[in-house]
């Protein structure tokens, strides 16, 4: 457990960072002052990705230059985090999320004054295997937040979807809809159908006919629910990533170990595919080169273009 | 004093169907409990013995029921009077549904007696060839199976319903939790009506059930004559007919009350209740002599055996039940269970295997397995699938019907085998990308082609049908579970996989 919340720079971090090397040496400067303890302006960045540090550094370094969770989160507001809890799996396996990172997640909106903070997930195994079986029930209630699955569909309410292009209605999950404070907390991973499973499609956790987007059109349909209930923020767990045999795994992982917060759900998914290789090509995805990614954007649901994206990377120890 | 006694055993009585209701109820996810949740069935003698002699092999779970037995042959029938969540049941339902006044006046019975020691005889018989109606009548076996299989899925109904209505007066909670999914099984009605129908006989007679039908009942009124705890009365008696009239099981002839058939007396104590206290239970020596109650002929019990094994052969050569009529590929047995020959023989359609499952995926045969499999579990994977990590079904048999494997070796089990159905299979038809049934699998046995089409590996699938249960497609799935009849394991995969 230890050696898999210890995050390590990869070569591909590296690579990656040759993109940004211009911005290199303002990043290492930055790292030094990227403490939780500095306050930054409100939107001092709109994507950054936070790298090499425990789970909880990783987020708090991730949060601060965003203005910290003091932005989204109110005193006395309720909090609902869509978390991947789909599959009955073990941490390890990286099918469903880093548990400390919830805990640390949900430790911080109650810091910021949340009143509750619910945990919801509409899962695709048994949901007390996954419950029990990823950790991420013990880590919550432990925490002080209730954790939910979305099995009973009076939990769900049907609302309409005017932006969507294929898909003109749909049940989300109540608590989701109406919330003060959404955040949707996904875990990149490879995925057959879809290439990859990221932000947007976390969002397919909290709808309650699931099968049905993939008889209508699977990659429009994501793009589609994310219409309604846009998350106030995105915070993607990458400490470890499923490569192979996803989404369900077991399969082989990779220790990425960076934690991205943004408001800008399509952006950070453009920024995590690049985690994943093409399987044809072999080099790392492009945004558009997943549907729901392009489809999204032209649904202007967040830019696309890294290049447009004031991103910042910063260290977390 | 013997007010003191009624109250203790109804007490008594009340605290056991609890604790059986209370059982039933644990047997679910995370089944921590450390009391086997199928302890009554497992305390069975009548199980046991018929699970011993089908099975061929004693079966170490059920080994407590040959105590429960031995007690029996020592002090006397207890079970049925204090014990028995039957028979707590019936006295509940009698004293509730039927006023006294309204019972016919005592008829001679000495034929009523008489059948069921019939049944018991037939049923032994035909269970011995192969055809089990002896679990059927178990009284124990049949509680658990009305109570799951009828009255549980009411239960949640109601309970969901009742729940936003609960959830408006708790403070502070301003969403709804998720309701329970409800559990389905397509023979409620017809074991709810069995079992209404036992009830309904009480209007006749008091336990009607224990005292002309029980076959747990006749097995212990069979090796019980020898008790030493039993019941005598004084020269005080004044033969005034409370007694005969009073015994709930009809031990005590009406002309001479001073003798009882020790052998069907469920100590119940209520014959106690004399008005010159002439009688007593206590202690004595063991004694054959008992009253004269059933005349078993010869040629009753002969006319019993040969309808045993007529029914039997009739039975077997049945259509249903022929080798061709039980070649239902469709018909997937839980994970570990016996060749189908000895899982019909062995398995009580107790119904705690389909309480368990988390998925509602087990459910109960009606004629799908021929006439002597009837309400035996099967895997119903567009109802629900086999849970990947769950081995709770072999850890409740209470027979062993369904082997208590580990989860490892759970998953090792190829219980059927899936296989697409591509004029229906949407990402054949109509090329979408689709791939639930691959992302579903978790044994990764159906990959996906260049085109993005599911195509499934069957060395290592293992008929889990969680791929039949999410596949999209209305109706009948378009990937379907198909079993070879028996169980096997898959082969090890190799690592390099990826």
Not at chain 1, 184 to 208: D, R, V
Not at chain 1, 239 to 249: A, F, M, Q, V
Not at chain 2, 133 to 146: A, E, F, M, N, Q
Request: glycine share 8%.
């Amino acid at each position: 457990m230890d050696s898999f919340s210890r995050a390590k720079l990869t070569r591909r971090d590296l690579l990656k960072g040759a993109v940004a090397a211009a911005a290199l040496p303002k990043m290492f400067f930055l790292s030094s002052y990227s403490r939780p303890s500095v306050a930054y302006a409100a939107g001092d960045a709109d994507l950054v990705i936070a790298q090499q540090g425990t789970p909880t550094q990783l987020l708090q370094a991730a949060m601060a230059p965003l203005g910290g969770m003091g932005r989204f989160v109110k005193k006395g507001q309720r909090v609902v985090i869509k978390a991947n809890i789909a599959w009955a799996r073990t941490p390890e396996q990286a099918a469903t999320n880093n548990p400390e990172l919830l805990s640390a997640l949900i430790k911080m909106c109650y810091q910021a004054g949340a009143k509750r903070v619910a945990v919801w997930d509409h899962t695709c195994d048994n949901y007390q295997f996954c419950f029990s079986r990823s950790g991420l029930k013990k880590v919550t209630q432990e925490a002080g937040g209730d954790i939910y699955s979305g099995h009973g569909r009076n939990v769900y309410k049907k609302v309409e979807i005017p932006k969507g292009k294929k898909l003109k209605e749909a049940e989300f999950i109540q608590d989701v809809l109406e919330t003060d404070v959404y955040i949707t907390f996904p875990l990149p991973k490879q995925h057959f159908a879809t290439e990859l499973t990221l932000g947007l499609k976390n969002a397919m956790g909290t709808i309650w006919d699931m099968e049905l987007l993939h008889k209508i059109d699977l990659h429009q349909c994501i793009a589609d629910i994310n219409t309604v209930r846009k998350p106030d923020l995105v915070v993607v767990d990458a400490i470890r990533i499923l490569t192979t045999n996803g989404p369900k795994g077991p399969g082989k992982t990779e220790d990425i170990g960076e934690v991205c917060a943004t408001t800008d759900m399509v952006a950070v998914d453009a920024y995590c595919a690049s985690y994943f290789k093409h399987p044809k090509t072999g080099k790392p995805f492009r945004p558009a080169e997943i549907r729901f990614i392009k489809n999204a954007y032209d649904l202007g649901l967040g830019e696309m273009n890294l290049s447009k994206v004031r991103m910042k990377k910063v260290k977390a120890a | 004093m013997t007010g003191k006694l009624q109250l203790a055993r109804r007490t008594v009585q009340a605290v056991s169907f609890f604790f059986l209701l209370y059982l039933i109820i644990q047997a679910a996810f995370p089944l921590e409990v450390r009391i086997p949740v199928d302890l009554y069935l497992r305390l069975d003698p009548f199980i046991a013995i018929v699970a011993f002699l089908t099975q061929g092999e004693i079966i170490i779970r059920m080994l407590p029921a040959l105590g429960v037995l031995l007690l029996v042959v020592i002090f006397g029938n207890f079970f049925c009077g204090w014990f028995c969540p039957m028979g707590a049941t019936l006295d509940f339902f009698d004293r509730v549904l039927f006023r006294e006044k309204k019972r016919s006046k005592p008829i001679n019975d000495q034929p009523l007696k008489r059948l069921r020691y019939g049944i018991f005889i037939f049923a032994l018989t035909a269970g011995l060839l192969g055809l089990q109606v002896l679990y059927l009548l178990d009284p124990i076996s049949l509680l658990t199976r009305t109570l799951v299989i009828a009255f549980y899925p009411p239960a949640v109904y109601i309970y969901n319903h009742l729940l936003p209505e609960i959830q408006r007066f708790l403070p502070g909670n301003p969403f709804i939790l998720p309701a329970m999914k409800l559990p389905i099984f397509k023979v409620n009605l017809l074991i709810f009506l069995f079992f209404a129908g036992v009830l309904a006989l009480g209007v006749i007679r008091r336990r009607f059930w224990c005292r002309y039908l029980c076959p747990l009942g006749t097995l212990f009124s069979l090796v019980s004559r020898l008790r030493i705890v039993g019941r005598s009365v004084s020269d005080a008696c004044v033969q005034c007919g409370k007694c005969p009239e009073e015994c709930s099981i009809g031990a005590i002839p009406g002309e001479t009350p001073r003798q009882y058939r020790q052998q069907d007396c469920i100590s119940c104590f209520q014959c106690l209740d004399c008005p010159p206290e002439a009688t007593t239970f206590g202690f004595h020596f063991p004694r054959w002599k008992t009253a004269e109650g059933v005349s078993l002929s010869r040629r009753y019990v002969v006319g019993s055996l040969a309808f045993g094994v007529f029914s039997a052969l009739a039975i077997k050569t049945n259509p249903l039940q022929t080798e061709s009529g039980l070649k239902n590929n469709r018909l997937i047995r839980p994970p570990g269970a016996l060749p189908e020959n000895k899982f019909v023989a062995v398995c009580t359609g107790c119904g705690e295997c389909l309480k368990v499952c988390p998925n509602n995926a087990l459910q109960s045969t009606f004629l799908e397995a021929g006439l002597a499999g009837l309400y035996t579990p099967r895997l119903v994977p567009r109802i629900g699938y086999c849970e990947e990590h769950c081995n709770f079904c072999g850890r409740v048999c209470p027979t062993e019907a369904i082997l208590p494997l580990s989860v490892e070796e759970k998953q090792k089990i190829q219980m059927g085998v899936a296989k697409i159905d591509k004029t229906r299979c949407i990402a054949f038809e109509e090329e979408k990308i689709c791939l639930v049934c691959n992302e579903q699998c978790s044994y990764h046995a159906i990959v996906g082609d260049d085109k993005k089409r599911p195509m499934v590996k069957e060395e290592i699938c293992t008929g889990c049908g969680i791929c039949e249960n999410k596949c999209p497609v209305d109706g009948e799935s378009a990937i379907i579970v198909y079993t070879s009849g028996v169980q096997k394991k898959v082969k090890p995969q190799p690592e390099s996989k990826a």
